[in-house]
Nanobody, 123 residues
């Protein structure tokens, strides 16, 4: 019943901006933390950003200052605004929900996952 669907990925050039969306259905997640992870080819899945139910935001050092995570509880949606994209940002991006008000940077702490959306940054 619970489903998370990412969208907004695509092919962009370095320096461009992109906004990812993750729409949740099946239940309301307004009381839970939500996060974004990414996995580049040949690499482990890594934490990108998280947002608590109070809208406090947390970022990996690699994206701090360039990415902004936000949420719209009325729409049951979390967003990832990605600016000044670099080649190293190329990855499949996944949104996730943790059944807690507190954020986490560990993927094992998240309970629901989307299918991922591909972001490819070219030079």
């Amino acid at each position: 019943q619970v489903q998370l669907v990412e969208s907004g990925g695509g092919l962009v050039q370095a320096g461009d901006s992109l906004r990812l969306s993750c729409a949740a259905s099946g239940r309301t997640f307004s009381n839970y933390a939500m996060g974004w992870f990414r996995q580049a080819p040949g690499k482990e899945r890594e934490f990108v950003a998280a947002i608590s139910r109070s809208h406090s935001r947390y970022y990996a050092d690699s994206v701090k200052g360039r990415y902004t995570i936000s949420r719209d509880n009325a729409k049951n949606t979390v967003y990832l605004q990605m600016n000044s994209l670099k080649l190293e940002d190329t990855a499949v991006y996944y949104c996730a929900v943790r059944q807690s008000r507190v954020y986490s940077g560990y993927e094992t702490d998240y309970d629901y996952w989307g299918q991922g959306t591909q972001v490819t940054v070219s030079s």
